[in-house]
């Protein structure tokens, strides 16, 4: 079974903490994406690669950088956590070419800034 | 730039009975993607249908269908005879025309909750 795991469920960090959200996925696609939801928003794109050590820019970038050093890493840096990071993050990749079915998601990390 | 519109944040249905919910988008592409996505309180994002722009048929799997109106710019997503287990968030996607590379923009999302 294809799978994109993130590796925390729920954390808590505080106010000024560097945070690495870490996603594996095993099923080589080329692309993969960082998403944040919040209720009432939707899901909006953080960050995305096409490849490996790519990446680019989604519609909310500010406070976050991203690392894709292998395939089936991709990995989201809170450089400085702040409260209103405070949200759902979810992981999601694809493959390079067209599949109907969109993107495989992650189960989601619920990050909490105190 | 594309967006999508549903403006449904909540539903309340009956078991058993149809449930259609919104969704319209804009964009500038010849050609993109349409795809409901359903999330349960789990967390987990599940695939449930796609549309592309050039399809002649409304798409459906299994319990869901399409309701896909080009001139209108809707893509309504019709549930027959609902279940408890569709108590859910769905989520209304699309892609752009290079489908392999494309960013999937979402809308807002609708809160369902099915009532025995």
């Known amino acids: 079974d294809v799978k994109v795991t993130q590796s925390s469920r729920y954390l808590v960090k505080r106010t000024g903490e560097k945070v690495f959200l870490e996603c594996v996925q095993d099923?080589?696609?080329?692309?993969m994406f960082w998403y944040r939801q919040d209720p009432g928003l939707g899901l909006r794109l953080i960050y995305f690669?096409?490849?490996?050590?790519?990446?680019e820019k989604g519609d909310i970038p500010e406070g976050y950088s991203v690392s894709r050093e292998k395939k089936e890493r991709f990995s989201l840096i809170l450089e400085s956590a702040s409260t209103n990071q405070t949200s759902m993050y979810l992981c999601?990749?694809?493959?390079?070419?067209?599949?109907?079915?969109?993107?495989?998601f992650g189960s989601g990390t619920r990050l909490t800034v105190v | 730039a594309q967006k999508i519109t549903q403006t449904q944040p909540g539903m309340f249905v009956q078991e058993k009975e149809a449930v259609t919910l919104d969704c319209t988008y804009d964009?500038?592409?010849?050609?993109?993607?349409l795809f409901w996505y359903k999330q349960p309180s789990s967390g987990e994002m599940i695939f449930l249908i796609y549309?592309?722009?050039?399809?002649?048929q409304n798409a459906t799997e299994g319990r869901y269908s399409l309701n896909f109106q080009k001139a209108r710019k809707s893509a309504n997503l019709v549930i027959s005879a609902s279940q408890l287990g569709d108590s859910a968030m769905y989520f209304c996607a699309m892609s752009g025309a290079n489908f392999g590379n494309e960013k999937l923009t979402f809308g807002t999302g609708t809160r369902l909750t099915i009532i025995p």
């Open positions: 690669s096409y490849d490996v050590k790519m990446k």
């Open positions: 999601a990749s694809s493959p390079g070419t067209f599949l109907n079915y969109g993107y495989t």
């Open positions: 549309q592309g722009s050039y399809d002649q």
């Open positions: 099923m080589d696609h080329e692309n």
């Open positions: 964009t500038s592409d010849p050609s993109y993607g």
